[in-house]
């Protein structure tokens, strides 16, 4: 290779040099300066410039020459203004200076930048300084306690329930009391004669005025609580006691000891128009939902059915009806039901004493969505119409109620000023 090919001509070095800045103009004519704000197409954005550098355009030029020009006053040979010259040259120079005296205008100094980290720290102090929510508070001893001698004792009854008219029913042995919560007043409904006793189950019809009671010799009766008049007598259903009822409409769902279960239209003289069968043992459970299309059945098979409205079988067809959903995960007798008000595939269920658990169901899916061990036998269950919250009731060997958070089921308060099985509740 030449040595001398490795140099650069001027020419070339004079095209290859990077741009320069503009070289300082003719003299007496204004020198290049940089920007000391880049150009933005934004009209929000404010440009400070240099504090420390006079803006010419913040002057007042006329102003700063007359300040610049004004004669020096001789301080030795001047003579004495008076007192009222004085006074007259400070107010004329405040109407016409507004006392300014400077005669290079600057910037006013920027803001300071905006400090994420302590507004953060400003939120969270005030979050922290916020009081915290108050606990709902849950009495620990009843409002009011009424006496209920010759109740039975038997897991597998229903003899507690509260009508729409608020009024409490319950079977004491052969008689019926209702007990109105609006005045306090007891009045009976009615007593049994010993052959059809003892009661065995009481449900109220949605209209608050009828009542359905299901009796030890399987029959059911309909009775006017306004009038303490017996209405009907539904028979040949069931061949042993009926000890759950639940109503549907004008549909009354009766089970049996039978493990049968019947739908009975009471409007009509033929009542008996549906029945579905699952069950070898007593039903002692039985709850429609909401919307009135599927039942839950539970019995002392241990089993759990769910069972869609459009399933149930003529009572004269002798085939077995298809359940939606066969649950078998509980190990004891099924009583305890409840379908959750604000979401409608929602099922609790709660087992015997061998089992003591509260399980939830997805009742579109037939999945188990959660199991709580309760310790102790579970009885009756009830949501919280205006919370998400589920109160349990139960037998051995606490006799305690349990009031829990869903759907983390804590444990929000229990009460134990019942000395033997909670068998039964019911909500206004």
Request: glycine content about 8%.
């Amino acid at each position: 290779m030449d040595a001398g090919s490795d140099s650069i001509s001027p020419e070339r070095s004079r095209r290859c040099a990077p741009a320069s800045r503009p070289p300082l103009q003719e003299a007496g004519s204004r020198p290049y300066m940089p920007s000391l704000c880049s150009a933005s197409r934004n009209p929000a954005v404010k440009c400070y410039g240099d504090r420390f550098i006079p803006v010419r355009s913040a002057m007042d030029m006329d102003m700063a020459h007359y300040l610049l020009t004004e004669p020096r006053k001789d301080t030795k040979n001047a003579a004495t203004p008076s007192p009222a010259k004085e006074a007259y040259r400070k107010l004329l120079a405040e109407k016409l200076f507004n006392n300014r005296t400077r005669i290079l205008a600057f910037r006013n100094k920027p803001p300071e930048p905006e400090n994420i980290l302590t507004e953060l720290r400003a939120d969270a102090a005030s979050i922290q300084a916020r009081p915290a929510k108050k606990r709902r508070y849950i009495p620990q001893s009843a409002e009011r306690t009424l006496d209920a001698p010759d109740l039975v004792d038997d897991y597998y009854l229903n003899l507690l329930d509260w009508g729409s008219s608020n009024v409490l029913s319950i079977a004491l042995g052969n008689t019926i009391y209702l007990w109105d919560a609006a005045n306090g007043s007891t009045s009976e409904l009615v007593t049994l004669d010993e052959d059809d006793g003892p009661v065995t189950s009481v449900s109220w019809a949605p209209d608050g005025r009828h009542i359905a009671v299901g009796l030890n010799s399987s029959t059911v009766q309909l009775w006017d609580s306004s009038s303490n008049r017996l209405l009907r007598t539904l028979q040949g259903v069931h061949e042993s006691r009926v000890g759950s009822l639940a109503w549907n409409g004008n549909i009354l769902t009766s089970g049996g000891m039978d493990g049968k279960i019947v739908n009975n239209d009471v409007r009509i003289r033929n009542h008996a128009v549906q029945t579905y069968r699952g069950h070898e043992q007593e039903v002692c459970g039985l709850k429609w939902s909401g919307s009135g299309q599927h039942l839950a059945s539970g019995g002392n098979d241990n089993l759990l059915h769910i069972w869609d409205v459009s399933m149930a079988s003529s009572v004269q067809s002798a085939g077995r009806t298809q359940w939606l959903h066969r649950l078998e995960d509980h190990l004891a007798a099924v009583k305890a039901l409840a379908w959750c008000p604000f979401q409608s595939n929602l099922l609790a269920s709660g087992g015997g004493g061998s089992d003591r658990c509260i399980k939830f169901w997805n009742t579109h899916t037939g999945a188990c969505l959660n199991s709580v061990d309760t310790g102790s036998q579970v009885c009756a269950l009830l949501w919280n119409k205006n919370d998400r919250e589920l109160l349990s009731s139960h037998g051995f060997t606490q006799n305690q109620l349990t009031l829990w958070k869903y759907p983390s089921m804590d444990k929000m308060a229990e009460l134990t000023g019942h000395t033997s099985r909670v068998l039964f509740m019911a909500q206004s």
